[in-house]
């Protein structure tokens, strides 16, 4: 479906549609300048237009999102209200918009007739003070309060800003009232938003509450595969280098634009010049992305730590004991300073008690083979993972 159908279409007010005709048009004997479409007074009303590319199908589903998909999915199902608002929140990159619209997306097709306004905070409060300068609250109401599903995005914007608070409220209590569905993201918990007035807080808290974890190493690599298979059809004549993926994965693990933008780049940039993606033009083509980054995590805390979740002493850690309550730790700990330093593997080796840079890689692709047989390794990864990205 394209842009411009998601737009148009009817059954979703958005921001081609957004103002009704608010005052008489003018008369035949006069030339009316021409406005655009969905102006107020000529002033130009900019919404929330669907992205296309937004979908439940295009939305990768792990651990850390589970959660949140499962509540988005049961909302855009419709039928009765059973959580009231239904608030998605985390950091940034990790798909509360892909949510968001994948919601909206999913009841439009379902119910063409639903009335559905979807827009950020920062469009809300526009528009709120727009209609204050104009005039025009009845109509600002009226239109806010007859819809029959209200989607509002990053709703933080409005902390601190008393008379949207004040507007916001009294439209949330009118469409909760009418038992209509409300849906918002934001990037913190109700609670922690500290300029947000407390019975908006109150009402935020009053449904279903989801947290969208930061994204691990299997979620990331899923993303970063879907991907690769939509861009395969674009670029039919590229390939991908076994490892560059799992590098990705790897490196970038804060934000999933900033991932999925890495991928684009790579793949616009071996087209032009007809190249094989592979290790070096990663590195080469991503510089500065992958400086930014850089975990400032050291081969000495990796250790530490390591040796704390295992109850080892550091010295066993990197002395020559092969017991395995030593030795599987000991591999656990080179894996992750492969991929959670900068270091190479000659100099990993050296940190582990002068071993070569064969034993480094041969402990790391052991724990890369056992994590995906063995739910305790893979659960220890990510423990120690997040303890050491902290």
């Given at each position: 479906?394209?842009?411009?159908?998601?737009?148009?279409?009817?059954?979703?007010?958005?921001?081609?549609?957004?103002?009704?005709?608010?005052?008489?048009?003018?008369?035949?004997?006069?030339?009316?300048?021409?406005?655009?479409?969905?102006?107020?007074?000529?002033?130009?009303?900019?919404?929330?237009?669907?992205?296309?590319?937004?979908?439940?199908?295009?939305?990768?589903?792990?651990?850390?999102?589970?959660?949140?998909?499962?509540?988005?999915?049961?909302?855009?199902?419709?039928?009765?209200?059973?959580?009231?608002?239904?608030?998605?929140?985390?950091?940034?990159?990790?798909?509360?918009?892909?949510?968001?619209?994948?919601?909206?997306?999913?009841?439009?097709?379902?119910?063409?007739?639903?009335?559905?306004?979807?827009?950020?905070?920062?469009?809300?409060?526009?528009?709120?003070?727009?209609?204050?300068?104009?005039?025009?609250?009845?109509?600002?109401?009226?239109?806010?309060?007859?819809?029959?599903?209200?989607?509002?995005?990053?709703?933080?914007?409005?902390?601190?800003?008393?008379?949207?608070?004040?507007?916001?409220?009294?439209?949330?209590?009118?469409?909760?009232?009418?038992?209509?569905?409300?849906?918002?993201?934001?990037?913190?918990?109700?609670?922690?938003?500290?300029?947000?007035?407390?019975?908006?807080?109150?009402?935020?808290?009053?449904?279903?509450?989801?947290?969208?974890?930061?994204?691990?190493?299997?979620?990331?690599?899923?993303?970063?595969?879907?991907?690769?298979?939509?861009?395969?059809?674009?670029?039919?004549?590229?390939?991908?280098?076994?490892?560059?993926?799992?590098?990705?994965?790897?490196?970038?693990?804060?934000?999933?634009?900033?991932?999925?933008?890495?991928?684009?780049?790579?793949?616009?940039?071996?087209?032009?010049?007809?190249?094989?993606?592979?290790?070096?033009?990663?590195?080469?083509?991503?510089?500065?992305?992958?400086?930014?980054?850089?975990?400032?995590?050291?081969?000495?805390?990796?250790?530490?730590?390591?040796?704390?979740?295992?109850?080892?002493?550091?010295?066993?850690?990197?002395?020559?004991?092969?017991?395995?309550?030593?030795?599987?730790?000991?591999?656990?700990?080179?894996?992750?300073?492969k991929y959670m330093t900068t270091r190479s593997l000659p100099e990993i080796g050296r940190r582990f008690g002068g071993r070569d840079h064969t034993t480094i890689m041969h402990g790391v692709k052991?724990?890369?083979?056992?994590?995906?047989?063995?739910?305790?390794?893979?659960?220890?990864?990510?423990?120690?993972?997040?303890?050491?990205?902290?």
């Open positions: 479906m394209s842009r411009r159908t998601s737009q148009t279409s009817a059954g979703l007010v958005s921001s081609a549609s957004f103002w009704r005709p608010l005052r008489p048009a003018a008369a035949p004997a006069e030339t009316a300048p021409a406005r655009p479409r969905g102006s107020l007074n000529g002033t130009d009303v900019h919404g929330a237009a669907l992205d296309a590319r937004y979908t439940f199908d295009t939305f990768v589903v792990g651990k850390p999102n589970e959660l949140a998909h499962a509540a988005a999915r049961r909302v855009a199902e419709g039928g009765p209200v059973t959580f009231n608002p239904l608030f998605l929140y985390g950091g940034v990159g990790l798909g509360k918009t892909h949510l968001m619209h994948a919601i909206a997306w999913h009841m439009r097709q379902q119910q063409p007739d639903l009335n559905i306004l979807f827009l950020s905070a920062e469009q809300f409060m526009y528009r709120f003070v727009q209609a204050l300068r104009e005039k025009q609250m009845m109509d600002f109401k009226q239109l806010f309060r007859s819809v029959d599903v209200l989607m509002v995005d990053d709703v933080q914007f409005i902390a601190g800003k008393d008379s949207t608070q004040e507007e916001f409220f009294h439209t949330f209590n009118a469409l909760v009232d009418q038992n209509k569905q409300i849906v918002i993201s934001g990037d913190r918990t109700p609670t922690e938003m500290s300029d947000m007035e407390n019975r908006i807080v109150s009402r935020l808290q009053s449904g279903l509450v989801v947290d969208l974890h930061p994204t691990d190493y299997e979620l990331r690599l899923g993303i970063l595969q879907q991907k690769v298979e939509a861009y395969a059809e674009q670029y039919p004549q590229l390939s991908i280098e076994n490892g560059v993926l799992e590098f990705l994965a790897h490196r970038i693990s804060t934000n999933v634009r900033v991932l999925e933008g890495a991928l684009m780049r790579l793949f616009a940039m071996a087209s032009l010049v007809g190249r094989k993606i592979d290790m070096a033009m990663t590195q080469d083509c991503l510089a500065d992305i992958l400086r930014a980054s850089e975990r400032k995590v050291s081969i000495d805390e990796i250790q530490r730590r390591v040796a704390e979740h295992y109850n080892i002493r550091l010295s066993e850690m990197i002395g020559p004991t092969r017991v395995r309550t030593v030795a599987r730790p000991r591999q656990i700990a080179m894996y992750l300073c052991r724990i890369e083979e056992l994590k995906e047989k063995d739910t305790q390794i893979a659960d220890d990864l990510e423990l120690l993972r997040r303890s050491l990205e902290a």
